[in-house]
């Protein structure tokens, strides 16, 4: 197996394969960060070490949700295709007086003639402020702040739901970015295909999914956690006594507007460790479409824990290291002025071996 490395450099020349990607959105990443540290200076920055987790959401309400057992075998189709994934990830280096210093990077990974490359976006550090949290991710979008603020009134987050948001607008970038550059493959995405919340909007998810169907690629998005229930029980939970790979079908979900799915629901069991995934598969395929793209991909990518190798390798290079936290913490004090303290942890301190701390409170 070989992985080879494309780099995203700092100035307005990039070494990303495909020609044709967008090289304009991450520059105004970069120039927001530079941006949102340049405004402030001098300022203590108490340390801090804390991925800053996706928040689960109810999106579906069923009332007549089903699961169908009858399963969908699966024969892997060995016929060369490429298999292109995206993730990103954000982590919060530290606290400033006026807000949080958080940072955000992505990856793209594409599988092709059995090997792997892959390109990393960032990292990209932001001080998200009270002032600045709306605006950073209008501009981003490339819109102004009150075009932005105007579109997205009811769907405002709050200074520690910001970094989330701009993590997603990063996400789209490179899922569009794939869905643009990649012919006749597969595309994974992280999470669900599900649009019209606060980070997705319909018409953005929509467009993606459109460009893919143009370029002859499919899409599946493998959820790590699922609500959906059935009987009280979780669908990744319901495992059939077969070793070979199946889908379950789903009935009966209804989203609650102006929440919208966008894709058909599956229960994946992909190799024989009895894991199972919730899949989302675009609903615009026809029901063989969908079955031959999963069939694709088992033929061309690696498994283990019926997961995908691709969509692994995506989230393993976008995460970050304890070394690279206290790497941006030294660079952001030295460049940009912050002066790096270490307040004490209340919780140790009033409660000693008792206190795990304020991320646990």
């Not at 792997?116 to 600045?132: C, S």
């Not at 290291?321 to 941006?328: G, I, N, R, S, W």
Request: with cysteine; proline share 5%.
């Amino acid at each position: 197996m070989v992985i080879e490395q494309y780099t995203i450099a700092t100035t307005a020349k990039y070494n990303f394969p495909q020609p044709t990607i967008d090289a304009v959105f991450p520059q105004r990443f970069l120039e927001q960060s530079i941006r949102t540290l340049t405004h402030v200076q001098d300022q203590p920055l108490q340390l801090n070490q804390q991925t800053i987790q996706q928040a689960a959401t109810t999106e579906l309400y069923p009332s007549k949700f089903q699961l169908r057992l009858s399963p969908l075998l699966l024969k892997p189709d060995h016929e060369e295709t490429p298999v292109a994934a995206c993730d990103t990830s954000t982590i919060k280096i530290g606290d400033t007086q006026t807000g949080i210093l958080v940072a955000i990077r992505g990856a793209n990974v594409l599988r092709q003639h059995r090997a792997y490359t892959y390109t990393r976006f960032g990292p990209f550090i932001f001080h998200v402020t009270e002032d600045t949290r709306d605006g950073i991710s209008g501009t981003l979008q490339g819109e102004s702040s009150a075009a932005w603020l105007d579109h997205n009134r009811l769907s405002l987050t709050s200074l520690f739901q910001n970094p989330t948001r701009i993590s997603s607008i990063l996400e789209r970038w490179l899922q569009a970015s794939l869905s643009r550059t990649i012919s006749n493959g597969i595309i994974l995405f992280d999470g669900s295909l599900t649009a019209g919340t606060s980070d997705t909007s319909i018409e953005r998810l929509k467009t993606i999914l459109s460009s893919a169907r143009e370029h002859g690629d499919v899409v599946l998005a493998f959820s790590k956690m699922t609500n959906l229930r059935i009987n009280g029980h979780l669908i990744t939970d319901v495992s059939l006594e077969r070793r070979d790979p199946y889908l379950l079908e789903t009935a009966g979900l209804r989203p609650k507007p102006p929440i919208v799915l966008l894709g058909e629901v599956y229960v994946a069991r992909l190799s024989p460790e009895s894991y199972s995934f919730r899949l989302d598969i675009d609903k615009e395929r026809s029901c063989e479409q969908r079955t031959e793209a999963v069939e694709k991909l088992l033929g061309n990518d690696l498994f283990s824990q019926s997961y995908p190798e691709t969509l692994r390798l995506a989230h393993i290079l976008c995460t970050f290291t304890a070394t690279e936290v206290l790497a941006m913490q030294h660079f952001v004090a030295r460049k940009y002025g912050f002066n790096i303290i270490n307040r004490p942890d209340m919780h140790r301190l009033l409660f000693g071996p008792f206190g795990r701390g304020e991320t646990y409170s």
